[in-house]
């Protein structure tokens, strides 16, 4: 697995994410429909997994600091920061 499939599952990770904030946490707490939360917290856990996973494999591999990788796994804990280190990405891939 290389950089194309990093890059994808940090798109959907980071999308997993802002539907969890943005869309089911406002269902469950405003118009207590617990479910989506459930569901994309379920989705959104397994990506986080992924994304990791990948960042500490995909990252030494192509010769990334440590800083590097952690920037990239604490991006994951942010909004939209999933979308700000694919930018670092695209940079390495286009440069």
Not at 69 to 78: D, K, P, Y
Request: proline share 5%; aromatic share 14%.
């Amino acid at each position: 697995m290389g950089l194309r499939v990093l890059r994808i599952v940090g798109f959907l990770e980071g999308l997993s994410f802002l539907l969890l904030l943005f869309v089911a946490m406002p269902l469950k707490y405003v118009w207590e429909q617990p479910m989506a939360v459930r569901y994309t917290g379920i989705v959104h856990g397994a990506l986080f997994v992924l994304l990791v996973s990948l960042i500490l494999q995909v990252g030494p591999a192509r010769g990334w600091s440590w800083k590097r990788c952690v920037l990239g796994i604490v991006a994951a804990f942010l909004p939209f920061g999933p979308f700000v280190f694919d930018a670092s990405i695209r940079r390495e891939t286009d440069g």
